[in-house]
């Protein structure tokens, strides 16, 4: 299993993926409270355009939890990028988040994507 941490503290998000023979399962936890906020699956088809790699995603929040927005990023930057199914399960939570700080989360997250993708693509 691959783990990448990036960031630290309220805004440090860690994640693990693994690669199966056919898709990437993440996990996507951090902030001050792990957990399991939500899943997003992203399956590749060919862009409607005709030109290109694109992705459905699939989406599913725990009630009251915007977690998801963190894993639809991931999913869909894999998915597009490595052409396999992706899930992510994501939990990632810190009291009082400044916008400056969400951005610096989602900052984190596409980072780590970017770094596995280049590892693995």
Sequence with gaps: MEKIIKGEGRCGIVFQALCT???????????????????????????LTGDGQSCDLYITPV??????????????YLCRRLAVPVSVA?????KGLSM?????????????AREYADVFA
């Design 63 to 76: 009630p009251g939890h915007k977690d998801t927005e963190a894993a639809a990023l991931v999913a869909e």
């Design 90 to 94: 994501a939990g990632i939570h810190s």
């Design 21 to 47: 023979d056919e898709g990437v399962g993440v996990i996507l936890v951090g902030g001050e409270k792990t957990h399991i906020g939500g899943n997003v699956l992203a399956v590749p088809r060919g862009s």
């Design 100 to 112: 400056e700080e969400i951005q610096t989360i989602l900052h984190n997250c596409k980072e780590a």
